[in-house]
């Protein structure tokens, strides 16, 4: 690097970073799972910054995820719908928000296809009201959140891996909202100047993950006494990525980012089947293979998926500081205890600490 170069670039970096010291956020879909780690990761490392978080609480959301942050004076939570455009310009107006972090999204795979109606409602039109009332308020940064879904599926026996120039391919009734969500803030962004980053990230695993999906849903269910469902012939690869290593790598896309791209995130997991996830898992549970039982597949089930993280490596320093092995060995004790907290998930008591909490107010 030139000389001139090496000594400006810290210079440079304070000046992106000054430009958000004490920002005031509103996060969307903050209940859920990677949301909610989010604000409990951001306050932590930001505690000068303020937090609107909100989130209808659909049934992937629980406000008791954010118990620990609920009486912090910097922390609010709004319940309300990202297609409610009135509530979301009164917020955005009224907290003097600076920057949109945007999770909320239907999440599910399987539910997008027995009923892909509040996907297509709140991915596509939730964002657009968003997108909308950002403009209107000339919010700093708009974050979006997506998914490596909408590239498609790669074939198990290729070594291609998706880049922020692989064309979107998606295939469900989720990633294809999500793909039209991801146009429309990239199209604020050339039509209209919007400041936009766009993020697509592989699987996430962790703590306060609903236990529908692969990981906590294996878990759970040994620690239930109960078999391991998986589709097919479980030889479906994805990238796992610790959540953790996610909210780091949203971070320095909100402070140091470029304004208008995009950047993948993924973990370190090479070629790791969904059926060797769960081998894992079992191993550390200390049970065996007859704790597995194949289930009929999913239609249109994507066989892989593969990320190139070299950009957001190359250009903002971020790379995924979990190894796979040592996460999942932390998600298993964790899931082992905090039995009350997915306990009551599953049997849908979770609902009433919301009653509980904020019924009354
Ligand atoms: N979990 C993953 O592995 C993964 C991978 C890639 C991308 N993503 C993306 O990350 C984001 C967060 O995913 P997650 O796993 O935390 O999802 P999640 O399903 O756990 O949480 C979604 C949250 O959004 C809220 N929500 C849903 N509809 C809403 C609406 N209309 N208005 C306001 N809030 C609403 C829900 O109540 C919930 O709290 C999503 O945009 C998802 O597409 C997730």
Redesign the pocket.
Known sequence: MHKRLIYLFPILIHKEEQKFKNMNLLV??????????FILYWLKRYPEDKIVN?????????IENLKDVEDNKNYKFVK?????GELIDDLMKNENIDVVV???????VDRSILDPA?FI???II?TYTLLEAALKNKIKRFHH?????VFGSLALNSKEKFNENTPYAPRSP?SAS?ASADHLVRAYYYTYNLPVTIS??????GPY??PE?LIPLAITNILEGKKVPIYGDGLYVRDW?FVEDHCTAIDLIIHKGKIGETYLIGGMTEDISNINVVRKILKIMGKGEEWIEFVKDRPGHDRKYRIDWSKINKELGWYPKHDFDSALKFTVDWYTKNQDWWKKIKTGEYLDYYKRQYGKK
């Open positions: 969307t879909g903050g209940a859920g799972f990677i949301g909610s780690n909100l989130d209808k609480l659909t049934y992937a959301g629980n309300g719908d990202i297609c409610d945007h999770f909320a999204a239907e999440s599910h509040p409602k709140t991915n939730g959140v997506s998914t490596d879904e989720y999500k697509n990230c592989s699987n996430n695993f993950q609903f999906k990525l």
